[in-house]
């Protein structure tokens, strides 16, 4: 398999007059850098994903795409590619982390086949292995492992997704035969866009409001068999949710319970129980608590998430970067060769900084990588532990499903009309991944999530403040006190301070200035929305849920900036950690790129909190577009280079050298004309002629 390293190297990095050497990259520690922790399982997934039998055919019909993919998930059993996660009891490796970086590279095959896999062994084993006990494990986990038992998981319903709490399927049990009997007693109660539910699944965890002895004890998960041979069993109906904008390799459909019984056992009860004489007990007092942390065990859906949209992310800017650098557009400097495409400002403004939040991306879930498997192994599970796991999971599959969404696109256009068809897989990859924004929790209701977390701390932090010390600590932060005690001063100065664009940057691009200014903007938001929301607690429920909703915007909008701040911050450990100089240099380039351009992107913010001058928030913007992008432009190949794609995962005939041959073929045509003095005469240069 050719590596793109393979190829023709690019032409020298653009020497930098402020810099005494130009560096150069390790492309292979680099690579092997951003491999993470687990960098063995995901280069024998990417392995498997380059196969033939595993890899996507375009133009399949919706039932084809469903057959094939469902066939692919019986080569990942025989691959042992889904045993990672699963109790050794079982026959599993009880490998976490590895278990999400595998999967996560699935997406290089196609994104049905790795959406329908954690369906099955994310979703639906995973709840069963999360939520169930040791019988439940025996019993069902090797049928669901071999695939013997497809399985949905029934937790969205067509009138409550986000709001799980609120599902109106009820699971009500019955003393008399000791059975819960299941009902969707309403249209909208309909469990909907389940993978594995119109076609394959044989069963399902269905979550379900759990009454027992008139007691409604809040969403709780049951193993619920849903076919057999002669379809479905009695009581149970659904429909095929048929064709969507993407993910056409899955087979979405809706189900509905009527009088369904299942026996009390197969109530999942690793967090309640129900006794034979209909007693619900659990080890978690609080019906709140109890709800968020069955929820939290299933938190490995985003992190997967997150994970596959940074490798889509990769793939696409390999494409665009590549194509960039050898599609030829233009003469203007040179009279008889065009010009690359990425050597224009535009063109390399376009991509170059979405290259530096994908880099952000990847070290920022390798992070959020190691925390889960921290957790879901035992090395590091309390409370607190699977609560900041749960906030960095709502803060960081948001931004990156969102990035992913823009990169697919915005490299789509780099790509002009040759990215529009779909052998170079750009317009599938977008389609196919519009969904990750809104599955798996949608990504402004997680943010919300997030938000809340940030105030929540905030207010243990001042819980003894009184309203002035409060109204201090916002006044604080937009007057010059706050810029004194931080050290942001020399952020308000201005261009003519300092006589020169470089210099006056000087103060912002280093590490703890980018640090301060991203930080200070998370603070300084929440201390915000805090004192603003601080009456809500005197306040009546309407009135009070009509305060936080005026401050909705303001939440997210904070939780972002929080989301940013944690890429930027693993981005520079990431960078930290690098050895090689010329390395550490370059991805110090890239990650200022990305900081800085986060602060342009805010710096409306910025400018009316005082944080920054006019001048200031201008000279961002230039050394982004003077300095970073020519820095980094000589290095653009390598830096895609370093995501270790093979051309079995590219795919894509316009990053494979068909546009070079393209080029090199007209470049040669022309070229022998000249020499052979063949040429036609250009017009332009007659009337020249007669005007001299």
């Not at 599993?92 to 099955?120: M, R, T, W, Y």
Request: glycine residues 8%.
């Amino acid at each position: 398999m050719t590596q793109l390293t393979d190829r023709p190297a690019q032409s020298a990095p653009i020497a930098d007059p402020q810099s005494p050497a130009t560096p150069t990259v390790d492309v292979a520690a680099l690579g092997e850098h951003l491999m993470g922790r687990w960098a063995d399982v995901r280069r024998t997934a990417r392995a498997l994903a380059a196969r033939p039998d595993v890899k996507r055919i375009e133009g399949q019909s919706m039932a084809e795409h469903r057959e094939r993919t469902m066939g692919q998930l019986h080569v990942l059993v025989n691959e042992r590619a889904v045993h990672r996660a699963f109790p050794k009891s079982v026959g599993g490796d009880e490998n976490h982390g590895g278990n999400i970086a595998g999967f996560e590279e699935l997406v290089l095959a196609d994104p049905s086949l790795q959406i329908k896999s954690g369906v099955q062994w994310g979703l639906f084993g995973a709840a069963v292995m999360h939520l169930g006990t040791e019988i439940h494990h025996q019993k069902y986990l090797p049928g669901i492992m071999n695939l013997e038992i497809p399985g949905a998981f029934a937790m969205t319903e067509t009138g409550h997704g986000s709001d799980v709490a609120a599902v109106g399927t009820t699971a009500t049990f019955d003393v008399h035969t000791g059975e819960f009997i299941l009902n969707t007693p309403f249209r909208a109660a309909w469990k909907d866009y389940l993978g594995n539910a119109a076609v394959h699944g044989r069963a399902a965890v269905v979550f379900a409001q759990l009454v027992t002895q008139g007691v409604n004890h809040g969403v709780h998960a049951f193993f619920v068999p849903l076919r057999d041979d002669n379809g479905f069993l009695p009581g149970i109906g659904g429909e095929d949710d048929g064709l969507k904008g993407g993910l056409n390799g899955i087979d979405n459909g809706r189900l509905h319970f009527t009088d369904v019984r299942i026996p009390r056992e197969d109530l999942l009860n690793r967090y309640g129980n129900v006794a034979e004489d209909g007693t619900y007990s659990s080890p978690i007092e609080s019906p709140g608590r109890r709800f968020f942390t069955m929820l939290g065990t299933l938190v490995q859906g985003r992190v997967s998430l997150d994970g596959a949209a940074v490798v889509a992310s990769k793939l696409a800017l390999t494409i665009a970067v590549t194509y960039g650098s050898e599609r030829r557009q233009f003469t203007a400097g040179s009279e008889s060769n065009e010009e690359v495409i990425l050597d224009y400002q535009r063109h390399q403004r376009r991509l170059l900084p979405r290259l530096a939040t994908t880099y952000a991306m990847s070290f920022a879930h390798e992070v959020f990588l190691a925390k889960f498997d921290d957790v879901f192994s035992g090395a590091h599970d309390t409370d607190a532990d699977r609560q900041d796991l749960e906030t960095i999971a709502a803060a960081l599959k948001p931004l990156s499903t969102w990035a992913a969404l823009d990169i697919l696109q915005e490299s789509r256009e780099a790509c002009g009309g040759q990215g529009f068809l779909v052998e170079n897989r750009l317009t599938s990859l977008r389609a196919d991944l519009d969904i990750y924004a809104t599955f798996e929790g949608d990504n402004n209701v997680l943010l919300q999530l997030v938000a809340k977390r940030l105030l929540t701390d905030y207010s243990r932090k001042f819980a003894h403040a009184g309203p002035g010390v409060m109204a201090q600590f916002v006044v604080d932060q937009v007057n010059e006190a706050a810029i004194n005690r931080t050290g942001l001063r020399g952020l308000a100065q201005s261009v003519r301070d300092f006589g020169s664009t470089a210099r006056s940057v000087g103060n912002i691009r280093d590490e703890d200035s980018q640090r301060q200014l991203l930080t200070d903007r998370v603070q300084t938001m929440i201390a915000e929305i805090a004192a603003r929301l601080r009456p809500a607690s005197r306040l009546a429920k309407v009135e009070a849920a009509a305060l936080f909703n005026s401050h909705q915007n303001a939440l997210i909008e904070a939780a972002r900036a929080h989301g940013e701040l944690l890429q930027w911050e693993a981005f520079t450990d990431g960078v930290n950690a690098i050895e090689d100089a010329g390395t550490r240099q370059v991805l110090t380039w890239l990650r200022d790129l990305f900081g800085l351009s986060l602060i342009e992107k805010n710096a409306a913010w910025y400018l009316i909190h005082g944080r920054i001058s006019g001048q200031r928030a201008q000279a961002i913007t230039s050394y982004i577009d003077d300095r970073l992008l020519p820095r980094l432009r000589g290095h653009a190949l390598d830096l895609v280079a370093a995501f270790e794609f093979t051309a079995e995962h590219i795919g894509a005939p316009i990053a494979l050298g068909a546009e070079k041959a393209r080029q090199d073929e007209a470049r040669d045509y022309y070229r022998a004309h000249r020499d052979a003095g063949t040429a036609p005469v250009d017009e332009k240069s007659l009337v020249k002629g007669k005007r001299a």
